[in-house]
């Protein structure tokens, strides 16, 4: 089985954001989000927030990040100034100072950033945000790039959850990507975030990449489960060199065939699950006592555009370069080049490139999707009574496909509920490309001999470390 299809950080994904989304309609979003208190509470609720970072000083032979490569550090020292300025024009439409629950910094390297730098982003979010001291507040960190000191910063600063990209320990491969990067570094990171009172350690590894052997990335997956990460995403690398220049660095004859792509995929789950990590689903793996998991068990787990999230319902504000925020049932996307993102700015207009008004077909369908996706069953009676439909008249096309699938034996359809099998969960998106209505549009002219648009090209440069965009072809030669 071949598939293609979006990660669904986002329902409708990146790639059907328009331009026809500029900035007057994110400064109607920020609008409805100020006057929309929580109902029967009064009280304005907490929001979320991302910071793009987007510098490194070395480019990942992988990576499909929106990056810029540099060793000039003085490059970041405009683009902090530029960050506190787009925080105060949004913070201005918002009126009162918000909480806020969750914030992520992302690349790019967050940790390119001096500690001077990263104390003037810190005082501007506090300038206009109440960041709640018992939020998730989380930074990636490249270890290769950080010492004892700046990582003491980081919980003064108040951070108290990290992620680290770690792709794969082995000498070769590391070499293969041009990401040398010792065991020793990373460790030193786990021990300072542990000794420091980090209440969470994320890892992310890449499988899939050259020279990678189902027995070889079992030793890296061994060293780091001896780490104690308490969530672990392990991504599917997908190697698209004409999308992604650097990738043509990459030698195709050394990559890992798809059954073996498929077998490092298999194993991995089987060794993580023995030390008792539960899956979450899609590439996230987390220990049984963290809040994911904790999430998960309770049915309140969702999705952000950072993955899996205890906090995705929350409206999200994006700030810097081509970051993606959602507020009050839109998406918006900021310009992606520093010539426009400051440009805008410069002209004391918020750096729109494009965004995306939700319908309420669009909110029905993020529901479906976000259900089968993080809980693994969708309740059909509590979709219907929240939305006013006839499911099985409203998705009577979906249902065909998804009883095919269930023969494929991805998915059961039972009364009253469409649970998620064992293996429909290792390709659940799979399953979530049924209710995506943009794709079976897509499908529908494609049949009727027009274009179809490609499944699943979005990329906000959000999310963890990894290189693998927000949306990437995932191919299975064969299932279990
Ligand atoms: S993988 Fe991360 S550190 Fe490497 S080039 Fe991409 S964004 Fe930078």
Known sequence: MDINGPRYTSYPTADRFHAGFGEA???QALADCAAAPVPDSGRLAPLSLYVHVPFCENICYYC??????TKDHRRSARYVDYLAREMALVARQLGTRREVMQSHWGGGTPTFLDPAEMRSVMDALHRHFDLLPDGEHSIEID???IGDA???LLAELGF????LGVQDFDAEVQRAIHRVQSLAETQAVVDAARRLGFHSVSMDLIYGLPHQTTARFAATVEQVLAMRPDRLSVYSYAHLPHVFKPQRRIDESALPAPAEKLDILVGTIGQLTAAGYVYIGMDHFARPDDALAVAQREGRLQRNFQGYSTHAGY???GFGVSSIGAVAGRYVQNARTLDDYYGALDQGTLPVMRGFAM???DHLR???IGALMCNGVLDVAAVEARHGIDFAAHFADELVELSRLAGEGLVRCEPGRIAVTPLGRLLVRRLAMVFDSYLREDARRAAAGGHAVAAGTGRGGQGADTGTPEAVPLRYSRVV
């Not at 499909?64 to 490569?69: A, E, R, S, W």
């Not at 108290?160 to 992620?163: F, L, Q, V």
């Open 143 to 145: 270890p290769r790039r």
């Open 150 to 152: 700046q990582m003491a």
């Open 359 to 361: 319908r309420g077909e």
């Open 366 to 368: 993020r529901e479906v």
């Open 25 to 27: 309609d994110y400064l």
């Open 160 to 163: 108290n959850r990290i992620s």
């Open 315 to 317: 409206d999200q504000l």
């Open 64 to 69: 499909g990040c929106n990056k810029i490569i």
